[in-house]
C-alpha cells in the first residue's frame, strides 16, 4: 500500500540519512523527503546536541509547528507522494527522558506535543548497539555522537512513548545487512517502483 506520511527512526548510524538520501534521488516524483529537524539545528546554528539543550529546544519549539504546515501544504497540493520524515520529536523526546532535560520536557507538553503531525506510519532502522558505536567512531562526527548505554536507554524510553500513543503503525527494518537488502524491503513497505527515462 501508498502511505501519505512516513516518518523514520532508528539508532544512530543505521543509514537514517543514507536511505532518506537515496530516496531523494531515485525517487523524485514519489518521495518528497524532509530531513531531521534536530540535526538541521544542531548543524546549523553550530550546537552540540547534549551541551546546547535549552537553545535546542527553543528552535525546536519554532520549527515544529512550521513542519507540520510543510508536510500539510505538499500533500494538500501533491497528493500522490509520500512525505518521508527524518525522526521525529518522540525520538527526542527519548533522549530528553534519559538526559532528564526538564527544559524540553516541560516545552514538550506544553507546546511541542500539540503540534506534531500524525504519520501514516513510522519506519524504524534498526541495528545491535554495539554496531551502531563502531559506526559513530568511523562516522567521526562529534557534533550528533553519543554513548550506547544512552542509545540503550534512549529505546527503552522510545518504545514506551510509542505505547503510550496507542501506535499501532510501528514497523522494523533490520539494518544489520547488506544494504541492497535493506533498501529492497524498504522499497516494497513503501511500495516503490523505479521509473527512469528512456536513454
Same mark, same amino acid.
Not at 527544559?103 to 506535543?113: C, E, G, M
Given at each position: 500500500?501508498?502511505?501519505?506520511?512516513?516518518?523514520?527512526?532508528?539508532?544512530?548510524?543505521?543509514?537514517?540519512?543514507?536511505?532518506?538520501?537515496?530516496?531523494?534521488?531515485?525517487?523524485?516524483?514519489?518521495?518528497?523527503?524532509?530531513?531531521?529537524? /534536530? /540535526?538541521?539545528?544542531?548543524?546549523?546554528? =553550530?550546537?552540540?546536541?547534549?551541551?546546547?539543550?535549552?537553545?535546542?529546544?527553543?528552535? +525546536? @519549539? &519554532?520549527? #515544529?509547528?512550521?513542519?507540520?504546515?510543510?508536510?500539510?501544504?505538499?500533500?494538500?497540493? =501533491?497528493?500522490?507522494?509520500?512525505?518521508?520524515?527524518?525522526?521525529?520529536?518522540?525520538?527526542?523526546? @527519548?533522549?530528553?527522558?534519559? +538526559?532528564?532535560?526538564?527544559?524540553?520536557?516541560?516545552?514538550?507538553?506544553?507546546?511541542?506535543?500539540?503540534?506534531?503531525?500524525?504519520?501514516?506510519?513510522?519506519?524504524?532502522?534498526?541495528?545491535?548497539?554495539?554496531?551502531?558505536?563502531?559506526?559513530?567512531?568511523?562516522?567521526?562526527?562529534?557534533?550528533?555522537?553519543?554513548?550506547?548505554?544512552?542509545?540503550?536507554?534512549?529505546? &527503552? !524510553?522510545?518504545? @514506551?512513548?510509542?505505547?503510550?500513543?496507542?501506535?499501532? !503503525?510501528?514497523? #522494523?527494518?533490520?539494518? !544489520?545487512?547488506?544494504?541492497?537488502?535493506?533498501?529492497?524491503?524498504?522499497?516494497? +513497505?513503501?511500495?516503490?517502483?523505479?521509473?527512469?527515462?528512456?536513454?
Amino acid at each position: 500500500m501508498r502511505y501519505s506520511h512516513v516518518i523514520l527512526e532508528g539508532k544512530p548510524t543505521t543509514g537514517k540519512t543514507e536511505v532518506s538520501n537515496l530516496l531523494k534521488i531515485f525517487f523524485p516524483s514519489q518521495i518528497v523527503v524532509l530531513p531531521e529537524l /534536530t /540535526t538541521v539545528l544542531v548543524r546549523e546554528h =553550530r550546537l552540540n546536541i547534549l551541551k546546547h539543550r535549552n537553545r535546542l529546544t527553543d528552535l +525546536l @519549539a &519554532e520549527a #515544529v509547528p512550521r513542519r507540520s504546515l510543510e508536510v500539510a501544504e505538499i500533500l494538500a497540493s =501533491r497528493g500522490d507522494v509520500t512525505v518521508f520524515e527524518e525522526s521525529h520529536m518522540g525520538v527526542h523526546w @527519548a533522549y530528553s527522558k534519559v +538526559l532528564e532535560d526538564t527544559y524540553f520536557l516541560d516545552h514538550y507538553d506544553r507546546v511541542i506535543s500539540k503540534r506534531l503531525p500524525e504519520p501514516d506510519l513510522f519506519m524504524r532502522l534498526d541495528m545491535p548497539v554495539e554496531l551502531s558505536v563502531k559506526r559513530q567512531v568511523a562516522r567521526a562526527t562529534k557534533d550528533v555522537e553519543v554513548s550506547g548505554q544512552l542509545i540503550s536507554d534512549m529505546f &527503552e !524510553n522510545l518504545n @514506551a512513548w510509542h505505547a503510550a500513543q496507542g501506535h499501532k !503503525n510501528l514497523l #522494523v527494518v533490520d539494518t !544489520n545487512r547488506a544494504p541492497n537488502l535493506v533498501i529492497a524491503d524498504i522499497m516494497q +513497505l513503501l511500495d516503490l517502483e523505479y521509473r527512469g527515462l528512456e536513454p
